[in-house]
């Protein structure tokens, strides 16, 4: 019997030590469906406070002496959920509070670029055998921020293989060339080729040109990339690297988002006799009028343009003025949470806003709610769509990215075929947005077409199994 292949995540935010968006999700959830694939799998990380606090049966793996200005060693342990997780202990590098990437003016942290450079270069010296034990088969980064990992594996000619996983293409890691002296690697590698974009250095680039494969999270958003507009400047580079291109569907991790079985709920539930309990039990926490036929409409995300959740906020009266009530949780740009927060002071019984992160009460909003907003103008793949449909809520959605293949929008043929499970519009602008809340009202009042939808809702497989083969098909062909 062969030993199971040995795979090497590198990533910045692995639920649930540390979370800033769904990148976490994935890396804290992909592993371990990974691993009921027959994977051996660990997942390395930054040594922020939360991951350091969070792992259980800590012990120093390794020391690796001075590393970027100051002493370094690699730790290792498991999550509560299970994951195998190797830690760079760097508190020069990462002993930091807050936002991982943002100071507390919402700029990118002075160190970004040799905080994540040294993270990248352990990865790969891990990955390769030469830290300690035996190294990996493949190397599977995400994100810029593990971007510059398949660059040192080249650099040390190493037979490992190497994935990058592009959650979100917006984030590029640019940095000024002049930090190409403190890589450590050939400067060579600052070409047209390799890491240099617009005279800047990119570890994203670094991640494209150098990794052996790259996916996306969703089919629609590898296509998307490679075209000028959804390129984001990237378009022709990822055109150029089709061959090796492919988009493979997020997922959530059923046992986290578990309806039945939630402990943030006071009344877990299978269906939507049980749901109605939680929309009240909601309802009455935020202090929402009671109310079992008001369409209750939630907004659970970053409060970005990408969200196209200031597209949203300039509709909230018509929303209520039709009867419709909005509970929102997130955080963001400070123009889209002040629309927000007059909103809740011109309807207080209508509209409830939550400025923050509050992982509790994400599930509660998933479970109470009659349907979610995600207006996005881009999106990668998405998951709070994932996490409603688990929990019967409906998804108003763009018609983008990972929101297109995931959604089936309520046209009139898929609702008298039964297929329906949510509504879509495109293009994203505040008309279109209008017309879909429109048409979410008429299907809210149509009982028998909405229980439906609510039922396919639940019916929707929304684990990772499925991709979790793509993901093993993949490293096995590499
Ligand atoms: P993105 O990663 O682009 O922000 P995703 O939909 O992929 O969007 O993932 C967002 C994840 O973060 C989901 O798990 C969602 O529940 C969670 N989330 C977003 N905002 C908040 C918030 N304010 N409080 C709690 N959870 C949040
Ligand atoms: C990014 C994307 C989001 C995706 C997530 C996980 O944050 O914005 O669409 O679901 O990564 O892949």
């Not at 259980?56 to 060693?73: I, N, V």
Request: charged residues 20%; proline residues 5%; hydrophobic residues 45%.
């Amino acid at each position: 019997k062969t030993p199971p292949m040995r795979i090497l995540f590198a990533a910045s935010e692995c639920f649930p030590l540390i979370k800033t968006g769904g990148l976490a999700d994935v890396v804290g959830a992909l592993p371990l469906a990974l691993e009921r694939e027959g994977l051996d799998v660990t997942v390395f990380l930054p040594g922020f406070p939360g991951v350091l606090s969070g792992l259980s049966k800590k012990k120093t793996y390794t020391r690796l002496g001075e590393l970027a200005g100051g002493e370094a060693k690699l730790v290792s342990g498991t999550t509560g959920t299970g994951l195998s997780v190797m830690a760079l202990d760097a508190p020069h590098l990462f002993d930091i509070q807050g936002n991982p990437y943002l100071d507390a003016d919402g700029r990118d942290r002075a160190g970004n670029g040799i905080n994540f450079a040294a993270f990248a270069r352990i990865a790969a010296a891990l990955a390769d055998g030469r830290i300690k034990g035996p190294g990996f088969d493949v190397l599977h980064a995400h994100d810029w921020q593990a971007g510059l990992a398949a660059a040192y594996l080249r650099s040390f000619e190493s037979s490992v293989k190497s994935v990058l996983t592009i959650h979100n293409l917006a984030f590029q890691g640019l940095f000024p060339k002049s930090l190409m002296e403190e890589l450590l690697l050939p400067s060579g590698y600052f070409s047209r080729d390799g890491l240099e974009y617009w005279d800047q250095v990119s570890f994203l680039k670094a991640g494209i040109a150098f990794s052996d494969h790259i996916t996306t999270v969703s089919p629609s958003y590898a296509l998307e990339i490679q075209s000028d507009e959804g390129g984001m400047g990237f378009g022709g580079l990822l055109r150029a690297r089709s061959d090796d291109l492919s988009g493979i569907l997020n997922g959530i991790d059923l046992a986290v988002w578990d309806p039945a079985a939630d402990p943030a709920l006071a009344h877990p539930y299978s269906d939507a006799a049980g749901k109605a309990q939680n929309k009240r039990a909601l309802q009455e926490a935020l202090g929402l009028r009671v109310d079992a036929d008001a369409p209750l409409f939630t907004v659970v995300s970053r409060l970005t343009t990408q969200k196209g959740l200031d597209l949203l906020a300039g509709m909230t009266d018509a929303l209520v003025n039709e009867g419709g009530q909005l509970a929102l949780l997130g955080s963001g740009d400070a123009a889209i949470e002040a629309a927000f927060l007059e909103a809740a002071a011109r309807h207080p019984t209508e509209v409830s806003v939550t400025i923050g992160y509050d992982e509790p009460l994400a599930h509660r909003l998933q479970a109470g709610a009659d349907a979610i907003f995600i207006p996005s103008r881009f999106e990668p793949c998405g998951l709070t769509q994932l996490c409603a449909m688990r929990y019967g809520t409906v998804p108003v959605v763009g018609r983008v990215g990972g929101l297109n293949d995931t959604v089936i929008d309520a046209s009139p043929m898929a609702v008298s075929a039964g297929a329906a499970t949510g509504v879509q519009f495109a293009p994203v602008n505040a008309h279109m947005l209008y017309n879909a809340v429109q048409r979410t009202f008429a299907l809210y009042r149509d009982t028998p077409s909405w229980d439906a939808m609510v039922a396919n809702c639940f019916a929707q497989d929304v684990g990772w199994e499925s991709s979790a083969r793509e993901y093993r098909e993949l490293y096995e062909s590499l």
